[in-house]
């Protein structure tokens, strides 16, 4: 658990406060390499979603922090360098057509939301501040190995790994 | 006059104490809303009974009953003080007014297959 919570946790105790949310205990977060989804916590901070007008309904819906993976059919990884957060597609999002033109309209206001942040903290901080429930999904680290012609002809007491003569 | 329209009912942003100064001061804007809805039904000419509007402000303060935290507290506060203020020098119209009654008077929304079907929607 980084120290910022920590700090923040120990602002937040006082003895009159009672509780509005379920208080944490330890936030152990299972830091793995690959795509695997960590546990949801329990949000923490500060309750600006008293104050931020936003709708009751949000703080229902789950989203999710995450590192886009890089495109496999491209070598660039410029947009794999920021941390979003974005909302799960909900199953009864209220989907209608619109009825004057056509379009595909939805009532779902947090679908086309997509934040950005430098670092996973930010996004995690920001989240436990509006009181959404968050999932991490840890980014797959690609492991990258060396590879030197010159190992091609290198001598081997074993058995040669591929075989240059015939 | 512009001066005096803008300071008329503005009130210094709150920093409280304490629960029990913050508690003063939010049952001081209780007070000063309850007393205001006669105004209110005056000047906007709602069509909505005494009673109702009572309730909504009861109901409006209720929601944030078991707010401890001091600052959270100091914001409502100025946001409640600001509505305050819009609404009894009808800076506010009458639309800003009907916004608190929407969510009662909205159609109930479609349940069951059928219905949602014939609605056209999810």
């Known amino acids: ?145 060396k590879k030197i012609y010159a190992d091609n002809f290198k001598y081997s007491p074993k058995k040669l790994r591929f075989v240059k003569t015939k | 006059m512009s001066a005096a329209m803008a300071a008329h009912l503005s009130v210094v942003t709150a920093q409280s104490s304490s629960l029990s100064s913050a508690r003063q001061s939010v049952i001081h804007l209780y007070r000063d809303f309850q007393r205001g809805v006669p105004e209110i039904m005056r000047t906007h000419q709602v069509d909505i009974p005494m009673s109702m509007i009572r309730t909504k402000i009861r109901e409006e303060f209720e929601r944030h009953r078991d707010v401890k935290d001091l600052a959270v507290i100091d914001i409502l506060l100025f946001k409640g003080r600001q509505e305050y203020q819009e609404t009894m020098n009808a800076w506010k119209q009458e639309t800003h007014i009907m916004r608190y009654f929407i969510k009662d008077d909205a159609p109930p929304k479609p349940q069951g297959f059928l219905e949602k079907f014939l609605a056209g929607r999810d």
């Open chain 1, 1 to 145: 658990m980084s120290t910022s919570l920590l700090v923040k946790q120990a602002m937040r105790a006082t003895p009159l406060m009672a509780s509005f949310r379920p208080a944490t205990t330890s936030a152990f977060r299972f830091n793995s390499t690959s795509t695997s989804v960590t546990e949801t916590r329990e949000p923490v901070a500060l309750q600006a979603e008293i104050v931020s007008g936003a709708p009751e309904e949000v703080r229902m819906q789950p989203c999710r922090i995450f590192k886009q993976s890089k495109a496999a059919t491209q070598s660039g990884i410029t947009n794999t360098g920021v941390w979003r957060l974005d909302f799960d597609t909900q199953l009864q999002a209220g989907r209608f057509e619109n009825e004057l033109i056509g379009w595909a309209s939805s009532a779902d206001y947090m679908q086309a939301l997509q934040m950005k942040f430098i670092s996973k903290e930010d996004a995690i901080a920001f989240a436990d501040k509006q009181g959404w429930e968050f999932t991490i999904q840890e980014p797959n680290q690609k492991i990258f190995k």
